[in-house]
């Protein structure tokens, strides 16, 4: 490189800095004018901002910051601001109070190359399109009557799952949690959207799947540099993008299969419509528009992505705090047996009578919430909380794995008590579907993940089905479970839990 190229590259780095540093002193300075106070929060570096501040575990870190500035956080993120909620109180101002106006979401990496430019139900501005396919998912697959509707499919996947997991264990072999789960789930969402089982047997396919579900959901959450300073994001510093482009690829090829076999297979149908079936027969938006193949690829991605990895990773979360604590288990067995017997399997109408399993899902809720931090929304206007000023196109971030673990709300938060929910009146009343701001795992407001109620179905029927149907061990020559977490959009479990099963039913209750 020649003396004068490499003149030149300094000559632009240095515009570039100077150009940024002036736009947020000019910017500061327009704000104590105008006598607008931003919430507090750390300085950050140059350009950058607070981005280096976060690490490899953003909510871990948050959290801790929120801790020296307070409940409603203010983070300058290289050119964007960023606001954290990390308490019921301030999570309850932005997601009920101003909710309309954090109702979408901001431009991210993720949104444009995983999910077709933001052209599905997770990502969709909000508007007629985002509108249409909430309706038709809660009609057709996420909603009270359809879930009652397909209540059998549950039963027969989860019936599935129990069987290959004693054709493991009888084989000598230790089970691998998440991919028995990640079969189940799969299959019952095939089922509902598809007419289908997407996995014949449990095997490479279906561990193939989970490991690409995995990636998106930890690709997705990366605190990605180009979303932050767009001038640079055509450089993908991180190579997350190249990543996201290449699994988009493969997500692409296995739906446009899956939409192809239905297609094809639609005269068997016949007066049974499907999920898929119901989408494409009404398409059709309000302003007269319609669903185009693209928004339908894109929605049965978010359908079969978080549907499968949110609600198993808050099973595979409680079934390894119950291994760590084994009273939970005998205590959520005896009151099995005492409701259930061993004659049968957990069936859902037994769930109401099972007060301890739910308060299990409860507390794995709050510990665990399946994603740690709310997707993020951004300000339409500029508007105000707690007595201080949020600027227009501020990206909002509420910290569920910090209001989950908040001394103020939880007596000994970091312990696994189920009996909390129990014991104590106030918390009794806690409930986990967006209305009580001390426990919302799905988010709240009008953005709250349109699965909400479909993920506490599926959490206590299948958690209460393995707890029900096996005694729990650890592999040979292991001591101790690993509990780290791994970071993304949905919070994994570092290490996967493996478990030695030990049926407890009667012969006859795994054949049925």
């Not at 998912?137 to 509707?149: Q, R, V």
Request: proline share 6%.
């Amino acid at each position: 490189m020649s003396i004068i190229n490499r003149f030149l590259i300094v000559e632009v780095a240095v515009a570039a800095l100077l150009f940024f540093v002036t736009r947020l002193v000019v910017r500061s300075l327009l704000l104590r004018l105008q006598n607008r106070k931003l919430p507090p929060g750390p300085r950050g570096w140059p350009i950058i901002g607070a981005l280096p501040l976060l690490g490899t575990m953003p909510h871990v870190a948050l959290a801790k910051l929120a801790k020296k500035y307070g409940s409603v956080m203010y983070l300058k993120m290289g050119t964007c601001d960023m606001v954290v909620a990390s308490t019921p109180d301030a999570a309850r101002a932005f997601l009920k109070t101003l909710d309309i106006n954090f109702s979408n979401r901001p431009p991210n990496a993720g949104a444009t190359h995983l999910a077709y430019n933001a052209q599905d139900m997770v990502f969709a501005h909000y508007g007629p399109r985002w509108k249409l396919l909430r309706k038709l998912s809660n009609l057709h697959m996420l909603g009270g009557k359809a879930l009652e509707d397909w209540a059998g499919v549950r039963e027969d996947e989860v019936g599935h799952m129990l069987r290959a997991m004693c054709e493991t264990s009888d084989r000598g072999e230790d089970v691998v949690v998440p991919e028995m789960l990640t079969y189940a789930m799969a299959n019952m969402i095939g089922q509902v959207i598809l007419s289908r089982r997407v996995f014949a047997t449990k095997g490479s396919e279906s561990n193939e799947f989970k490991d690409m579900v995995v990636e998106l959901m930890t690709s997705s959450g990366y605190f990605n540099i180009g979303d932050f300073i767009p001038s640079i994001a055509w450089m993908d510093l991180q190579g997350i993008e190249k990543g996201m482009k290449r699994l988009h690829v493969k997500f692409d090829k296995l739906i446009t299969e899956m939409i192809e076999q239905h297609s094809a297979t639609a005269y068997r149908r016949k007066g049974k419509p499907d999920f898929l079936d119901q989408v494409m027969a009404n398409s059709e938006m309000s302003d007269g528009e319609r669903l185009n193949m693209t928004n339908v690829k894109a929605l049965l991605l978010n359908l079969f992505t978080a549907g499968t990895d949110t609600s198993s990773s808050i099973i595979e979360w409680a079934l390894a705090e119950m291994m760590k604590n084994p009273k939970i288990f005998r205590r959520a067995h005896e009151e099995m047996d005492r409701v259930i017997g061993r004659g049968r399997r957990l069936k859902e109408s037994d769930i109401p009578n099972l007060p301890y399993l739910q308060a299990i899902s409860k507390e794995t809720m709050r510990k665990h919430p399946s994603t740690p931090l709310n997707l993020p929304r951004v300000s339409s206007e500029p508007c105000e909380v707690n007595g201080y000023y949020i600027p227009r196109g501020t990206r909002l971030s509420v910290n569920i794995w910090a209001i989950g673990r908040d001394p103020d709300v939880w007596e000994s938060p970091l312990e696994f008590k189920p009996e909390r929910f129990l014991e104590d009146e106030r918390l009794s009343k806690i409930d986990p579907r967006g209305n009580s701001f001390e426990l919302i795992p799905f988010g709240a407001g009008r953005r709250i993940c349109a699965g909400t109620r479909m993920g506490i179905v599926l959490v206590e029927y299948v958690l209460g089905s393995l707890i029900h149907s096996f005694e729990w061990g650890l592999p040979p020559g292991t001591d101790d479970l690993d509990m780290n977490e791994s970071f993304g959009l949905a919070l994994q479990k570092k290490v996967p839990l493996t478990a030695v099963l030990t049926r407890r039913l009667s012969p006859t209750a795994y054949s049925s």
